[in-house]
């Protein structure tokens, strides 16, 4: 079981609102930034959002990140069929002195 | 183009060792950390060790160290990861990625290989 907490799952319809979460602690998400992660099928990780709600160059504006406290969120609007994929957040981790990456949470769009 | 490539992956034995390679182009290597990260079949991504860009700073996850141990070579524009006494459970694709830090803050892996496959089966 992750430090980082996400629903294992999501689901939507094309045009949806999705949003996840990533539930951490004080040791982590309290007091680091987190950056989050797309792996479609098969391929290796994209990062999607840096420093909590930074975009790289690239990335839709479809997608968004906030952080509060010792939880983070990632929101998808105008959801569309290749979105479907694994996303990930990732932040560091005072306690183990190394980094984390949530369990991972499957967007399925319907 | 902006490009890493890992290499060195296989099927190793139970105890073996074994050492992946990253080679990294078409960027400064020496003015990012770099990263492995790995993914066992079917599950998540899960971080194992991070180096600086002048190796002066080395951190490893928790349940790997002691066997697993980074290194890079910034005139090869290379990053490795020298795995000893392996087991079932590394069984996994293994990631470079590198990442930008400045002033103690990282601001993502920007950039990933694609991954080079380990297997340790008897």
């Known amino acids: 079981q992750s430090v980082l907490t996400q629903p294992p799952s999501a689901s939507g319809t094309p045009g949806q609102r999705v949003t996840i979460s990533c539930s951490g602690s004080?040791?982590?998400?309290?007091?680091?930034?987190v950056n989050w992660y797309q792996q479609l099928p098969g391929t290796a990780p994209k990062l999607l959002i840096y420093?909590?709600?930074q975009r790289p160059s690239g990335v839709p504006d479809r997608f968004s990140g906030s952080k509060s406290g010792t939880s983070a969120s990632l929101a998808i609007s105008g959801l569309q069929s290749e979105d479907e994929a694994d996303y990930y957040c990732?932040?560091?981790?005072?306690?183990?002195?190394?980094?984390?990456f949530g369990g991972g949470t499957k967007l399925t769009v319907l | 183009e902006v490009q890493l490539v890992e290499s060195g992956g296989g099927l190793v034995k139970p105890g073996d060792s074994l050492r992946l390679s990253c080679a990294a182009s078409?960027?400064?290597?020496?003015?990012?950390?770099m990263n492995w990260v790995r993914q066992a079949p079917g599950k998540g991504l899960e971080w194992v060790s991070s180096?600086?860009?002048?190796?002066?700073?080395?951190y490893y996850a928790e349940s790997l160290k002691g066997r697993f141990t980074i290194s890079r070579d910034n005139a090869k524009n290379s990053l490795y990861l020298q795995m000893n006494s392996l087991r079932a459970e590394d069984t996994a694709v293994y990631y470079c990625?590198?990442?930008?830090?400045?002033?103690?803050?990282?601001?993502?892996?920007?950039?990933w290989g694609q991954g080079t496959m380990v297997i340790v089966s008897s």
């Open positions: 990625a590198r990442e930008y830090c400045s002033g103690g803050i990282c601001y993502g892996k920007d950039i």
């Open positions: 078409g960027f400064t290597f020496s003015s990012y950390s």
């Open positions: 180096i600086s860009k002048s190796s002066s700073y080395i």
């Open positions: 004080s040791s982590n998400i309290g007091s680091h930034t």
């Open positions: 420093s909590n709600n």
């Open positions: 990732a932040t560091w981790d005072d306690s183990l002195n190394g980094r984390l």
